[in-house]
């Protein structure tokens, strides 16, 4: 084979589910996630997808065998790449994307979710790739916000607005006000306000919180123009990760 289809990917894990956010909500998806990540978020409950498992790469051959078996056995065409960071991998990673859609003929729908603290545009291939990207709010901790630079990444990429959706993990007053006014800023972009449930539904947002954003959703003159959608994280119900 081309050897620009050759690649190495550090691996979480490949598991079979449904998409718990965003845009894709509820659709049965193939997760491959990657791991290593040193992000850092205050709030991550994947802690343990920060390692890079050099114990468990994924070459084209592992890789091809495993999603052979995932369309035989389930179907799914939807693939979601995600972390850890993927973007940390962006090399590899990219040629995973092609090799996929060269030896599946196109038969899957590659996405990839990414913190956005980086660059989108490290993701090098010949497919359309839509992104799913956070931006890290000061929830997400000095750490995570020093490396996203305020979520100026996302918006200095070459990658069009219509191919990302911008995610914001909120659970109280002071994240929406901070999330509205990115959102304000950059009106081009299509955003999903994440309530951040936790793990088995530990965490709550308050429903007068709740209220309050869906009111000014629907009623503040900023949102015009706004393509925006409130959203729950279905797995953490799920308790699935
Ligand atoms: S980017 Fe994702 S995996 Fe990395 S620390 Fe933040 S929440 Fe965890």
Redesign the pocket.
């Given at each position: 084979m081309d050897q620009k289809y050759d690649f190495k990917v550090a691996m979480e894990e490949i598991i079979y589910s449904i998409e718990g956010e965003g845009e894709s909500m509820g659709i049965p998806t193939i997760f491959i996630r990657t791991s290593g990540?040193?992000?850092?978020?205050a709030?991550?409950?994947?802690?343990s997808?920060?390692t890079v498992k050099m114990d468990n790469i994924y070459d084209n051959d592992r890789l091809f065998e495993e999603l052979t078996i995932a369309k035989n056995k389930t179907g799914i065409r939807r693939i979601l790449i995600?972390?850890?960071?993927p973007l940390e991998q962006s090399t590899d990673v990219s040629k995973m994307i092609d090799f996929i859609d060269f030896k599946f003929n196109g038969y899957f729908n590659i996405e990839i979710e990414?913190?956005?603290?980086y660059n989108l545009d490290l993701i090098k291939t010949n497919q359309q790739i839509f992104f799913i990207a956070?931006i890290?709010l000061k929830n997400?901790g000095s750490h995570?916000r020093n490396k996203a630079k305020k979520g100026e990444p996302i918006f200095s990429s070459a990658v069009k607005p219509n191919n990302i959706l911008i995610k914001f993990v909120v659970n109280n007053r002071k994240d929406w006000d901070e999330a509205k006014k990115i959102m304000f800023k950059h009106k081009d972009y299509f955003y999903a306000v994440s309530l951040a449930f936790g793990q088995n539904n530990k965490i709550k947002v308050r429903k007068d919180v709740i209220s309050e954003i869906a009111h000014d959703m629907v009623y503040d003159s900023g949102f015009r123009g706004v393509n925006v959608r409130l959203l729950i994280q279905i797995h953490k119900i799920m308790g699935l990760y």
């Open positions: 990540c040193t992000v850092g978020c709030y991550c409950d994947t802690k997808s920060w995600t972390g850890g960071e990414t913190s956005g603290v956070d890290k997400a995570a």
